[in-house]
């Protein structure tokens, strides 16, 4: 039999060096070190070493969970048969209340639904959310606590781990185990499998385009997971932290203040029903803003079709995008990296390349 855990390879080594009084005796005194109060016996240490329980940070917007939280949900399935999961959702008022109705029914394997609903909840602030995680971990005691890998996951989850005193597995892109997990590392061009080795909870961020929730999956939903809300009393007003919300800005309504020939890549995405993206040198350039930068310091994307124009493929930007469904490139250079990526490629010139479609396609209905 292997032992993949470090606790069990240790009740491994004590069974055999021990009689059973003394180990029993020995787990009992370990196990108290690790705050499992209640002892009864190797029945109950063979649950608590297999049960796994997650709590899924999740964002939502418009009275709905969001798609990115969902995945998150299905990484939490990933961790085992067994494991519980629980999906934690803050807020206030009705938007509150309609997004915990919405999550209850969203995955059949979420089996119950978290809500902190206050004021300090209102924008998803970091800090706050950080000390809610502490809190309701606290109370919780989950092995794992998961987020996605967006600006919302990204920006609590290290937090919460600081308050925690665990460090954190980030930008998960596959589970093996409860305690192993793949990433990637050197911008995407290797995958490195890693063993949590630290104390409970294990935190992860994971990326959402691995972890896809099925369409059959909604169908398969018979019943609502219940909802309870957390106890905030013991929540202090001083969680709120410096920062304040200020304001939020969408590109619809702010249009690009982009060059002539960004236009011309904007007006083709309005045809085809695309976001723009961009690479560094684009955003360097101030031809479009920072937040539709691409790539290892920029977003992780994986659309079903990747239309590249004139990107070149460093890597910094491939880390970004490769996991795309389907990647066109067109580029003047023969030689250039973007190729080695893209399923379908042209060498040509994208002034003369992009009118042609735009002459080509029909106009967006
Ligand atoms: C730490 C670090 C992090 C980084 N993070 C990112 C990141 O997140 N995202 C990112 O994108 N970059 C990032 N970069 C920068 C990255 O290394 C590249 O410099 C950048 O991606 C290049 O952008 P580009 O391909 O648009 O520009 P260029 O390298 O200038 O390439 C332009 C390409 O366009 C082609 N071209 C030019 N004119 C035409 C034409 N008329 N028709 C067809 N093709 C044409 C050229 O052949 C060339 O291949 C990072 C760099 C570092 C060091």
């Known amino acids: ?141 989950y092995s794992h606590i998961i987020a996605a890998s967006n600006s919302f996951g990204k920006n609590i989850l290290p937090r919460a781990a600081a308050l925690l005193d665990v460090s954190p597995i980030t930008d998960v892109v596959n589970i093996c185990s409860s305690n192993q997990f793949v990433r990637p590392i050197y911008a995407g061009n290797a995958l490195c499998t890693v063993r949590y080795t630290g104390n409970n909870p294990c935190l992860l961020t994971i990326r959402s385009t691995s ?15 219940p909802i309870s809300q957390v106890d905030l009393s013991t929540f202090c007003e001083e969680s709120i932290g410096k920062s ?35 690479t560094r040198a684009a955003v360097d350039a101030g031809f479009v803003p920072n937040d539709l930068q691409v790539g290892q ?24 995008m490769r996991d795309s469904k389907i990647i066109v490139a067109v580029n003047k250079d023969a030689d250039a990296p973007i190729f080695q990526v893209a399923d379908y490629g042209l060498v040509g010139d994208l002034f003369e390349v992009i009118p042609e479609l735009l002459e080509k396609l029909p106009e967006k209905k």
Request: hydrophobic share 45%; aromatic share 8%; with cysteine.
């Open 1 to 141: 039999m292997i032992y993949k855990t470090p606790w069990i390879s240790y009740i491994h080594q004590l069974k055999f060096k021990k009689t059973k009084n003394s180990f029993i005796e020995n787990m009992a005194t370990t196990l108290k070190a690790l705050k499992y109060t209640s002892f009864t016996g190797f029945r109950s240490m063979r649950f608590i070493f297999r049960s796994v329980s997650t709590l899924v940070l999740a964002e939502h917007e418009g009275g709905a969970i969001s798609k990115a939280s969902l995945s998150a949900v299905e990484a939490a399935k990933s961790l085992g048969d067994d494991c519980s999961v629980s999906v934690l959702l803050a807020g206030c008022g009705a938007s509150l209340q309609q997004a915990a109705a919405h999550a209850a029914s969203s995955h059949p394997s979420i089996h119950q639904v978290l809500t902190a609903d206050s004021e300090n909840f209102q924008h998803p602030l970091a800090e706050p959310w950080a000390k809610l995680v502490h809190l309701v971990q606290h109370k919780g005691s």
């Open 244 to 278: 304040r919300y200020l304001k939020h800005t969408s590109q619809d309504k702010e249009p690009l203040k982009s060059m002539d020939n960004f236009k011309m890549i904007e007006k083709l995405a309005e045809k085809l029903g695309a976001a723009v993206g961009a």
């Open 211 to 225: 972890f896809p929730v099925p369409a059959a999956l909604f169908h398969s939903i018979s019943n609502e997971a």
């Open 297 to 320: 310091t920029g977003k992780i994307v994986a659309p079903e079709l990747y239309m590249a124009f004139g990107v070149s493929g460093a890597i910094q930007h491939i880390a970004g």
